[in-house]
C-alpha cells in the first residue's frame, strides 16, 4: 500500500491521462495505451490503473489504500497525424520514471517538452512521388509512365502537406488530394504520354493507402478492444471512401470511363 494523499492521486491520474492521450492522438496501439499507462501508474505509486479507451475519449482510474481510494478522469482526444516518434518519446519516459524514480513533475515537464519530429518538406514529397514511381515501375510502367507518377504523386503529396498545415479536415484533405493525383495521372492517358495509362493513375494515388489504421483496428480487435477496432476501422473506411470520390470526380470532370 502507498500512503499518497487524495490531492496526490489526483495529480498522478492527470499526469497518467496526458500521456495516454498523447499516445492515442498519434496512433499507439490500443493495448500498449494500456500498458503504458498501468506502468507509469505503478511507478509514480498507485496500486493500480484501469483504462477505458473510445476512439474519441479516454476514461481513466487511478486506486490506492487497497481500492479504496479512487481517482477518474476524463479527457477527450483529437484527431491528429500518425506519429510514432511521439509514442517513443512518452514510452522513453515511461522507462526512465521506473528506473530512475522520477517523481508526477518530471512526467509533466516531459510530455511539454514532446514535439514532433518533422522531416523537410521537399524531402517528403521526393521521396513519396518516387516511392510511387517505383512501384509504378515494379508493376509493369512503362518510363514515361514512371515520370508522370512521379509528377502526380510529388504534386499530391504538397497538396496534402499544403491542407494539413491549413488544418483542413482529414476526409475532405484526402478527396482533393486523390481529385489532384488523378487529374495530372490521366494525362498520361488523354495524350497518349504512356502505354500503361491504367498503371501510372493506379499508382499515383497509393500514397492515400490508409494502411497504418487499417493494421491497427485489426490489432485492437484481436486483442479484445473492440470499440477501439472498429472506431479505427471506420476512420480508414471512410479515409478510402473519400480516396474514391476524388478520383471519381476527376474522371467525370475529363469524361474518361476509368481505369
Known amino acids: 500500500m502507498n500512503n499518497i494523499t ?21 496512433g499507439a496501439e490500443s493495448k500498449l495505451i494500456e500498458d503504458t499507462a498501468q506502468r507509469l501508474g505503478r511507478a509514480l505509486g498507485v496500486d493500480s490503473v484501469e483504462v477505458s479507451l473510445i476512439p474519441s475519449a479516454i476514461v481513466l482510474s487511478t486506486l490506492n489504500n487497497n481500492q479504496t481510494q479512487s481517482v477518474t478522469t ?21 522507462i526512465d520514471v521506473e528506473r530512475e524514480k522520477k517523481d508526477v513533475d518530471y512526467v509533466f515537464n516531459t510530455i511539454k517538452e514532446i514535439q514532433p519530429n518533422h522531416y523537410n518538406r521537399w524531402l517528403v514529397v521526393f521521396m513519396v512521388g518516387l516511392s510511387c514511381a517505383s512501384f509504378s515501375y515494379l508493376y509493369g510502367a512503362d518510363l514515361n509512365g514512371f515520370f508522370i507518377t512521379f ?3 510529388s ?23 486523390a481529385f489532384v493525383a488523378t487529374l495530372i495521372a490521366s494525362t498520361s492517358q488523354i495524350f497518349e504520354l504512356s502505354s500503361t495509362p491504367n498503371i501510372v493513375m493506379t499508382s499515383s494515388v497509393i500514397l492515400l493507402a490508409p494502411g497504418f489504421p487499417f493494421v491497427n483496428s485489426v490489432l485492437d480487435a484481436v486483442k479484445g478492444y473492440l470499440s477501439m477496432g472498429w472506431g479505427r476501422w471506420m476512420q480508414a473506411l471512410l479515409l478510402s471512401v ?8 476527376a474522371f467525370a470532370l475529363l469524361s474518361m470511363r476509368g481505369w
Open 74 to 94: 476524463t479527457r477527450r482526444a483529437h484527431h491528429k497525424p500518425i506519429n510514432m516518434s511521439i509514442v517513443c518519446d512518452v514510452q522513453k519516459m515511461c
Open 155 to 177: 504534386v499530391a503529396m504538397y497538396v496534402r502537406h499544403v491542407l494539413a498545415k491549413k488544418q483542413l479536415v482529414l476526409i475532405i484533405s484526402f478527396g482533393i488530394t
Open 6 to 26: 487524495y490531492e496526490e492521486q489526483t495529480k498522478i491520474t492527470r499526469a497518467i491521462i496526458k500521456a495516454a492521450v498523447l499516445m492515442l492522438e498519434f
Open 151 to 153: 509528377l502526380a504523386a
Open 242 to 249: 473519400a480516396t474514391s470520390i476524388g478520383i471519381i470526380l
